[in-house]
């Protein structure tokens, strides 16, 4: 789906399970990175491999998605798998790159700022361009995601999706 481009190392003094965190956060990403061998299809194993089976993903900001109904149910593990395989042959680009990694060790969570070039199949798309910050929640041990709050620019994401249904009309 996207090729992962670049991730901030995490600090020379940082601990071991600083290290495991931050590892499990650009995996998170590449779960769902473009394949260049084959770029129309997710590699739900890799998906799968970062998340805990009961995964659960959300959205905010709240006052948006009390607006959004398509936002509001959350995201499992299986749903997700489905949403990424139906998306992903729609995009000619979907690129992201991780801005920032700041952990809680101790909270097991650590918030994620990245940015995603999106464009849909057809060579006379937008690239658009969206903001995005994750919260995660990880597991004891930091190996895997078992949470995730994901917020966006809403515009950006409105504007990307519009030149979905463009293609789908």
């Known amino acids: 789906m996207s090729e992962f481009t670049t991730a901030p190392p995490p600090p020379s003094s940082a601990s071991d ?19 260049p061998a084959n770029p129309k299809v ?32 959350p995201i499992t593990l299986n749903t997700l798998l489905v949403q990424l395989g139906a998306v992903s042959p729609l995009l000619n680009l979907w690129d992201m790159e991780i801005e920032d990694i700041i952990i809680d060790e101790g909270s097991r969570k650590a ?6 070039e999106l464009q849909a ?34 515009m950006a994401a409105d504007t990307f999706k519009k030149t979905l249904v463009l293609d789908n009309v």
């Open 17 to 35: 399970l600083y290290k495991t965190i931050h590892r499990t956060c650009i995996k998170f990403f590449r779960s769902v990175s473009r394949n």
């Open 42 to 73: 997710i590699n739900t194993e890799a998906v799968k491999a970062v998340r805990t089976d009961d995964f659960i993903q959300t959205f905010g900001h709240r006052f948006m998605v009390s607006h959004r109904p398509e936002y509001q149910p």
């Open 111 to 116: 918030v994620v700022r990245s940015t995603v």
């Open 121 to 154: 199949e057809g060579e006379d798309k937008p690239v658009v361009k969206n903001d995005m910050v994750w919260v995660l929640y990880l597991t004891e041990d930091g190996e895997k995601v078992r949470k995730a709050i994901e917020f966006e620019d809403s």
